[in-house]
């Protein structure tokens, strides 16, 4: 029978089928943070249990830490007591444990693949939405809640049933200045956030083929936001190359012996999907979203479409455009912001400085705009010296804050004002997500380069 790339990930790790309902499924990498372990670790006291793997378990924090002066206690006191939560545990049951300070320290979604936590063919989760990110490798990976978190740092196990199967196929050239993440949003902009629901996507095709690693991990990060359970991308030269060597990976005959099984990992000739979907890279422009959910996003040059055009409720529509202030058949260039935020598991790794860096080279940023660049691991901060990008940066007027999921999700001290607009690149646009009251407007980081030097939503292809 011929198979799909998650079919023959998922079936090499189904440990027991129930009959009529979920597989149990066997994890091979668990990482963990500081917000969603510490409940689960307590259940697990509270039955007298231990972590049944502690060498297939990875901590770092990330979520409640600042982004400026980590070497001072943490003011925040529920913050404070979760950071040391993860600190404890991690000795107490003998897991690996990155916390503020330490080398390898940032975004758990930026430091699984760095050091090789994250391999083709195995299995991922993470009590964080945004684990689809390790996908890019040709992984398994979603993200779970707090019970389960304690069930697989128990048992390495998940109840789960199959999701069903989906493929995205992108071919041709994308056009100048159109990066991963534009489409990423673009793809949630024709399927809407609910369009890929009960789906594992396969991205397929020359624009995913052509991307780097970093590139496709922006993309399958943004699974989620289309309903997805994860996507994934079959792993090749360029995967192989960017995991040999690193901390965690196969060495020696264990790394040959790897390849042999990595290089069949790949959708098999005439397997089947449940849906498919076919779009061309010549269609993609720069995007940006206009409303509250990563769905409602368009390309750069147009208008806001009217209530009569979009995919999805009349009701919603209205409250969003009211929320954010603006109205249908609005033109998206050229309104002033007041935030911009590079940095998140999405858009928080070392091409997406070189690209920022590619835009204000040469230029100032403009003066009604606060700026946060959040390098997502303190390996990335260090390429940005090593590569001279900090000073073009600095140059420009803009400052580089320390690791972190900062002005993401405000659980942390990242928050931007109510009624303030920011472009941002992370990873969603609800109501109050960047901060209560706030308005985000995702983007990519050329796109957020763009409107730090002008100070309005700027065409990048126009400086």
């Avoid at 399958?220 to 192989?240: H, Q, V, W, Y």
Wanted: aromatic share 8%.
């Amino acid at each position: 029978m011929n198979k799909t790339l998650f079919d023959k990930v998922w079936d090499a790790h189904v440990v027991q089928k129930i009959t009529d309902g979920p597989d149990v499924f066997f994890i091979d990498r668990h990482l963990i943070h500081e917000v969603t372990s510490p409940v689960a670790f307590l259940g697990l006291k509270k039955r007298g249990l231990s972590v049944l793997y502690p060498e297939r378990t990875f901590a770092t924090a990330d979520h409640n830490t600042p982004t400026i002066n980590q070497h001072l206690p943490i003011k925040d006191p529920l913050s404070a007591n979760q950071l040391q939560a993860l600190e404890d545990n991690s000795n107490e049951y003998g897991i690996i444990h990155w916390g503020l300070g330490h080398k390898n320290n940032g975004i758990v979604h930026v430091v699984g693949p760095e050091h090789g936590i994250t391999l083709p063919g195995v299995t991922i989760v993470c009590g964080d939405s945004h684990t689809s990110t390790h996908g890019a490798f040709g992984a398994i990976a979603f993200g779970i809640g707090t019970s389960e978190v304690e069930m697989v740092l128990a048992s390495q196990c998940i109840m789960q049933s199959k999701p069903k199967k989906l493929r995205i196929t992108i071919n041709g050239k994308l056009n100048k200045f159109v990066t991963p993440k534009d489409v990423g949003l673009y793809i949630i902009s024709q399927l809407t956030t609910s369009g890929a629901t009960g789906y594992f996507v396969e991205y397929a095709g020359e624009v995913f083929e052509d991307m780097t690693m970093e590139g496709r991990m922006t993309v399958c990060n943004l699974s989620i936001e289309m309903g997805a359970r994860g996507g994934m991308i079959a792993p090749d030269s360029k995967t192989f190359d960017y995991i040999k060597g690193r901390e965690f990976t196969p060495k020696g005959k264990d790394w040959d012996a790897a390849m042999t099984y990595w290089k069949t990992l790949k959708t098999d000739d005439n397997a089947v999907f449940d849906k498919e979907y076919i779009f061309n890279a010549s269609d993609i422009e720069p995007m940006i979203t206009y409303g509250t959910n990563p769905g409602m996003g368009m390309g750069i040059t147009q208008q806001i479409p009217s209530e009569n055009a979009i995919k999805g409720g009349k009701t919603s529509y209205e409250k969003s455009l009211n929320y954010m202030g603006f109205d249908q058949n609005d033109a998206m260039i050229g309104k002033k912001i007041d935030y911009v935020f590079l940095g998140s598991c999405t858009n928080g790794r070392i091409e997406d400085f070189r690209a920022f860096a590619s835009i204000v080279k040469g230029k100032k940023k403009a003066e009604n705009v606060t700026a946060w660049l959040v390098p997502g691991s303190h390996i990335v901060e260090n390429q940005i010296k090593e590569e001279g990008l900090l000073s073009i940066i600095t140059d420009a007027g803009f400052e580089l804050r320390q690791p972190g999921c900062s002005a993401c999700l405000a659980m942390n001290d990242d928050k931007v004002p109510a009624g303030k607009y920011a472009v941002s690149t992370s990873n969603r646009n609800f109501e109050g997500r960047q901060g209560q009251g706030s308005r985000t407007l995702l983007a990519s980081p050329i796109v957020v380069a763009a409107a730090a030097i002008t100070g309005v939503i700027t065409d990048p292809r126009d400086l």
